[in-house]
């Protein structure tokens, strides 16, 4: 059974830092490509970022280009997100999503529960 956990949400100043951790389990972590994507209240799904599966091709969207980095450990199962410069439009519900190829060009199948992320002071 494919499980995707997160971990690493919370409650942040503006211009803080987080890191998110996506724990997978349950398929060959290293032959898929994974992503972030998130969910502000009261908003859509915004796709976030992208890696392949072996950790060397990455894409962000515009709005944390610059400021988020993802990251994966395929020694660990684990995908991660390093959040700098957060503003209060980065509150929201954090999600890890597994593609069903190497490559972030194709279709997210799996999704974790997500994890909140709060920008206040």
């Known amino acids: 059974e494919v499980q995707l956990v997160e971990s690493g949400g919370g409650l942040v100043q503006p211009g803080g830092s987080l890191r998110l951790s996506c724990a997978a389990s349950?398929?060959?972590?290293?032959?898929?490509?994974m992503s972030w994507v998130r969910q502000a209240p009261g908003k859509g799904l915004e796709w976030l970022s992208g890696?392949?599966?072996?950790?060397?091709?990455?894409s962000y969207a515009d709005s944390v280009k610059g400021r988020f980095t993802i990251s994966r450990d395929n020694a660990k199962n684990t995908l991660y997100l390093q959040m700098n410069s957060l503003k209060p439009e980065d509150s929201a519900v954090y999600y890890c999503?597994?593609?069903?190829?190497?490559?972030?060009?194709?279709?997210?199948?799996?999704w974790g529960k997500g994890t909140l992320v709060t920008v206040s002071s």
């Open positions: 999503a597994k593609y069903n190829r190497d490559y972030y060009a194709y279709a997210m199948d799996y």
């Open positions: 349950g398929f060959t972590f290293n032959n898929y490509a």
């Open positions: 890696i392949n599966s072996g950790g060397s091709s990455t």
